[in-house]
C-alpha cells in the first residue's frame, strides 16, 4: 500500500505544479497584450485656445498615446492627389496632398485622410509643408480634408489653403465644420506663410474657384472678414491683409476710447441675428446705456416683451490678435494647429452690444439684459478656460 500512496502524491504534485507554470504564462500573456496607459498630456502653447469667451471651431485633438495596433487591421497605403497649378504673380505652384488609404473593414468602410500638404514650385522643389494625423478623431472616424484656391485681392494675389476634419466647401456648416485657413504670397519674391491657420473667413470661392477679398485698404492691402463669435452672439471683425509685408493684421484701429480713456474699442456689425435669435417668453427688462459705458451716465430700464420689437444694430469690442511664427510649422508629432493665429477680445473686456428696443436705441453688454432681448445662454465650450 506504500507505493500507490506514494503514486498519488507524485501524481497530485505534478498536477499542482503544471497549473502554476500555466497560470504564470496567462499572467505574462496578459500583461504583454495590454495596451500602455493614458499618460497626461500638457496642452502644447500655442494651441487653439479662444481668447477671452470667443466662440472657435472645435477640433479634437488626438491624445499622444502609444497602443498596439490589431493584426487583423488593414493596411495604410499612400496616394497622392495634386491640386492646380496655381498661377500667383507669373509662377505656378501646386499643393501635393499625401494622402494614406484604409482599407474596408467589417466596421467601417475604405477612406482616404490627407496627412501632409506641400505647396511645390515647377521644379517640384517643396517650398512648404504641414503634417496632419490620419484621423481626425477615431471615435467618429473623420479625415483631414484639404482644398486650395487662388486668392485675389485689389493690390495683390496669393494662395489660400483651407483643411479641417471631414470640411465640405459645397454644403457650409460653420457650427461644427469650418474650414481653417492659411494665407501664402510672394515676399521678395519668395513664397511664404502670412500666418498659421486662422478661423474661416466669409469669402467664397467664385464660379471659377477664385477667391476675391472684400476690397481694398490703402495702396498694398486688402481686407478679409472674419465671423467671430462671443457665445452669445456673433461679429464680424475685419482682417488687414499686408500684401507687401506678408502679414495678417486687425483691421485699422478706431480712434474712439471709452469714456475715461480706459481702452480703445472699435464697432463691428453683427452677422446675421435671426439665425439665433430667441424671443423673450415673459416681460422683463434691460439696462440701456447711451454710449458704451457704465461711467458714461446712469442707464435707462427699458421694459421687454414677448412681442417687443428688437433689433441689434451694431457692436463694439477691444479685439487682439495673437501670432505665433508662422515660418516653422508643427513637426508630425505636433498637433496640426499648434501655430493657430487666434482673435478675441481683450482680456478683462466686454463686447457691447447696441439695440433698438421698441424705437429706444441704446447700448447693453451684461448677461442679465442679453438674454433679457433674446439671446441664447453661451455653451460651457464657448467659455474662457
Not at 521678395?188 to 469669402?203: D, H, M, R
Request: glycine share 8%.
Amino acid at each position: 500500500m506504500k507505493v500507490p500512496r506514494l503514486v498519488v502524491i507524485g501524481l497530485l504534485a505534478v498536477v499542482v505544479i503544471a497549473a502554476a507554470w500555466r497560470a504564470a504564462r496567462t499572467r505574462a500573456f496578459d500583461q504583454a497584450d495590454r495596451p500602455l496607459a493614458a499618460q497626461p498630456v500638457a496642452p502644447a502653447q500655442g494651441s487653439a485656445k479662444p481668447l477671452a469667451r470667443v466662440q472657435q471651431p472645435s477640433v479634437s485633438q488626438p491624445p499622444a498615446v502609444a497602443t498596439q495596433t490589431p493584426a487583423a487591421a488593414p493596411l495604410e497605403k499612400e496616394t497622392e492627389e495634386r491640386l492646380g497649378p496655381f498661377a500667383i504673380s507669373g509662377n505656378n505652384y501646386t499643393v501635393v496632398l499625401r494622402k494614406k488609404h484604409l482599407a474596408a473593414t467589417e466596421d467601417a468602410g475604405a477612406a482616404d485622410g490627407v496627412v501632409a500638404m506641400e505647396i511645390v514650385d515647377t521644379a517640384g522643389t517643396v517650398l512648404y509643408r504641414r503634417s496632419f494625423p490620419l484621423e481626425a478623431d477615431p471615435q467618429s472616424e473623420t479625415f483631414w480634408r484639404v482644398f486650395a484656391h487662388v486668392l485675389s485681392g485689389t493690390n495683390g494675389k496669393g494662395l489660400l489653403v483651407k483643411s479641417g476634419p471631414d470640411i465640405d466647401e459645397s454644403v457650409p456648416d460653420p457650427e461644427s465644420k469650418a474650414p481653417y485657413e492659411q494665407i501664402f504670397g510672394l515676399v521678395n519674391g519668395k513664397l511664404v506663410p502670412f500666418s498659421g491657420p486662422f478661423f474661416a473667413t466669409l469669402e467664397k470661392p467664385d464660379a471659377s474657384g477664385v477667391v476675391r477679398t472684400e476690397g481694398a485698404l490703402g495702396s498694398q492691402a486688402d481686407e478679409l472678414r472674419m465671423a467671430l463669435g462671443t457665445g452669445r452672439f456673433v461679429m464680424i471683425v475685419p482682417i488687414r491683409l499686408d500684401w507687401a509685408q506678408g502679414k495678417l493684421m486687425l483691421g485699422p484701429q478706431c480712434a474712439e476710447t471709452a469714456a475715461g480713456g480706459a481702452h480703445a474699442t472699435c464697432q463691428y456689425q453683427i452677422y446675421d441675428p435671426s439665425a439665433y435669435l430667441q424671443r423673450p417668453k415673459a416681460v422683463t427688462f434691460v439696462r440701456l446705456y447711451s454710449t458704451p459705458d457704465e461711467k458714461s451716465g446712469r442707464a435707462e430700464r427699458v421694459v421687454v416683451k414677448p412681442v417687443s420689437q428688437i433689433e441689434f444694430l451694431a457692436c463694439r469690442a477691444d479685439m487682439v490678435m495673437k501670432q505665433p511664427d508662422a515660418s516653422s510649422p508643427p513637426s508630425p508629432t505636433d498637433w496640426p494647429l499648434k501655430d493657430m493665429l487666434q482673435v478675441g477680445l481683450a482680456p478683462n473686456t466686454d463686447a457691447w452690444l447696441q439695440v433698438r428696443l421698441d424705437g429706444k436705441v441704446g447700448w447693453i453688454h451684461s448677461d442679465e439684459d442679453l438674454a433679457a432681448v433674446g439671446l441664447p445662454e453661451p455653451k460651457p465650450e464657448d467659455q474662457q478656460p
